[in-house]
């Protein structure tokens, strides 16, 4: 009698067990197949961010003045080895001794013979910023940059500075109309750029997208143009706030500062614009435009930074041709 009661059971509720289970099943939300796979954009990102690449990393250390007295000049030069990407005309006719002469073109190949962290040397300082970041992000984490370049080294060479900077020349954004104290806008959230490559391996990625900047050369825009128009840039200024506060902007600059892609600072530059970073001196900025170019971004550095537009109002940050000359070498 046990066994019937027990084989009633099971003919009863199984049956309805197995419908509602079924129904369950059948009532909830078909998913839908993921496209899981990471854009180009993405594995780049995500593998500098990763290999401690990210822009605060790359603008760490960077930079190095000239030594403080002629005395020093000899053990600061043996600590490089110092690559000049100026002109070769403009090497030959003087230079720093040992340096070689190399172009933002070049850079990595000149890079692979070298023993000791290497130092570029240009003109200004600003087309050196690139080359230092091609260099960083291929494998030399200590490459810097010579401040002011050799027009900072010796006084002989410090033209292309005086030219655009100082009281003559470095007063565009005095006065202008496009130069205002108000508020910077406000951040807002963009899409990535896309990023076409041949590559599909993260580290392949990079090494295409360095290549294509520094076969590009050198992508500066000058205050001029950018006070003139703004609305022809996305434009960042690369300052603290309380220098913002102090000095004012250009009109309609945004501040993205550190500009980390790791806490999606980067989403705040739009990728359908050309973006526009100024600093100080224009070398910040050309540091921050190559990495921009090597990821994706439309950019571009504003030259000579505010040296160029309001170097008469300036507390810091200015360039004075040296006192001292130090010694070049001719070929």
């Known amino acids: 009698m046990k066994k019937l009661v027990s084989l009633l059971l099971i003919t009863v509720f199984v049956p ?3 419908l509602t289970g079924c129904r369950q099943y059948e009532d909830e939300p078909a998913v839908e197949p993921c496209d899981c796979e990471a854009t180009s954009f993405e594995k780049l990102t995500d593998y500098l961010v990763d290999n401690d690449m990210d822009i605060p990393d790359i ?14 000049v000899p053990g600061f030069i043996d600590s490089y080895d110092i690559i000049d990407i100026r002109g070769a005309d403009d090497y030959n ?3 720093i001794e040992g340096a070689v002469n190399s172009t933002l073109a070049n850079i990595l190949t000149t890079a692979s013979g070298t023993t000791k962290p290497i130092l570029v040397v240009c003109y200004t300082g600003q087309t050196a910023s690139h080359a230092v970041v091609a260099l960083r992000l291929s494998g030399y984490p200590d490459a810097k940059v010579l401040k002011w370049g050799m027009s900072g080294w010796t006084s002989n060479l410090s033209n292309p500075w005086l030219g655009n900077s100082g009281d003559t020349n470095g007063v565009y954004g005095v006065g202008h109309a496009n ?8 951040n807002t959230t963009f899409d990535d750029p896309d990023l076409t490559v041949t590559a599909t391996d993260a580290e392949d990625i990079l ?23 703004p609305g022809d840039y996305f434009i960042n200024n690369f300052w603290d706030q309380v220098d913002v506060d102090h000095y004012g902007h250009i009109d309609g600059a945004y501040r993205i500062k550190p500009l980390s892609i790791n806490d999606g600072e980067i989403n705040n530059l739009n ?23 090597v990821i994706g971004y439309n950019a571009v550095s504003l030259k000579f930074g505010a040296n160029s537009m309001i170097y008469s109002e300036l507390e810091s940050h200015k360039f004075v041709a040296p006192t001292e000359d130090y010694p070049v070498v001719s070929k």
């Open 59 to 72: 603008l760490s250390s960077w930079i190095v003045g000239r030594p403080a007295t002629a005395a020093e």
């Open 16 to 18: 309805t067990l197995l």
């Open 271 to 293: 990728p359908d614009s050309t973006i526009c970073t100024y600093c100080w001196t224009g070398q910040t900025s050309s540091m921050v435009t190559a990495y921009l170019n």
């Open 179 to 186: 130069w205002t104290t108000d508020a910077v806008e406000t």
């Open 207 to 229: 090494a295409e997208r360095v290549e294509y900047m520094i076969t590009n050369g050198f992508k500066g825009v000058s205050s001029h143009d950018v006070l003139d128009t």
């Open 93 to 95: 006719a003087g230079h």
